[in-house]
């Protein structure tokens, strides 16, 4: 696929859930006001996208129980996903930072909510399942249904690139073949949040060994997680990547509107 200038570097991940009775409110200020107070308006931020898990989507997550990102499957029900630039990463996590605390000391945040898990992440590789799909870059804009969302810690001394290679070689094969509900797989490492980060941000350990993965996909994520996401922990296991620490699926908010406010819980 022939290369052009806009290259993907950093993504902003956060997960949020709004508290009980708030969630219509809660809906409309981020996506009429945060969603481009806080990240869109910067410099280097080229794509953004919201999604949300519903009920019967998070009954779909693994593990079952408490982990790493969530305290509750049934806790984080908004994802807001943004793209930064190559090469501005570092400006644009100052200019956020600052940002944002010029938000929380003129009114313009939403207390009625909970961060479960905000972080940085580094763009390193993708795979596409057609020769001429759906870039990175491209990937928030393109409209897919669904969403799956891995997190994983790779196996005890398998090195990144090691990581990589079995998952392209042995993991992606029976994933993204022909036909499949998986159009793109991206993969991110994480990275530090800046320390005057806003207190109700929970601080996360950038481990070395973790991974994020997004898969989208052009198919409700509900219908393909059986044939295709049901597995993939075992899958990764077996080729030796490591393991997954949480996995959900998500579709797109619906822009403008509040649908899926009252399918949260």
Not at 150 to 157: D, N, T
Not at 219 to 231: G, V
Request: charged share 25%; net charge negative; glycine share 10%.
């Amino acid at each position: 696929m022939k290369e052009y200038g806009i290259k993907l570097g950093t993504i902003l991940f956060t997960l949020v859930e709004p508290h009980r009775g708030h969630e219509v409110e809660y809906n409309r200020w981020y996506e009429r006001d945060h969603f481009y107070a806080g990240c869109m308006i910067g410099a280097g931020t080229f794509a953004g996208r919201r999604f949300v898990a519903t009920r019967e989507l998070k009954e779909l997550r693994q593990p079952p129980g408490p982990n790493p990102i969530t305290p509750d499957p049934m806790v984080g029900s908004y994802l807001a996903l943004y793209w930064i630039l190559a090469g501005l990463h570092g400006d644009w996590n100052r200019w956020a930072v600052d940002q944002v605390n010029w938000l929380h000391a003129n009114g313009r945040m939403f207390l009625e909510r909970d961060h479960i898990h905000t972080m940085l992440y580094r763009y390193e590789w993708g795979a596409q399942r057609d020769e001429d799909g759906v870039s990175a870059e491209l990937a928030l804009d393109h409209d897919y249904p669904g969403l799956a969302v891995v997190v994983g810690e790779r196996a005890p001394g398998v090195d990144a690139a090691s990581a990589q290679t079995r998952h392209r070689d042995e993991v992606l094969p029976g994933l993204m073949g022909p036909g499949s509900p998986v159009s793109l797989c991206l993969t991110f490492s994480p990275l530090p949040l800046l320390g005057d980060a806003p207190d109700d941000v929970p601080r996360s350990e950038a481990a070395e060994e973790r991974f994020l993965q997004l898969y989208f996909m052009d198919r409700d994520p509900a219908e393909a997680w059986p044939e295709t996401m049901a597995d993939h922990g075992a899958a990764l296991e077996k080729a030796g990547v490591g393991r997954v620490v949480f996995s959900s699926p998500f579709v797109p908010t619906v822009v403008g509107t509040d649908t899926y406010t009252d399918r949260l819980w």
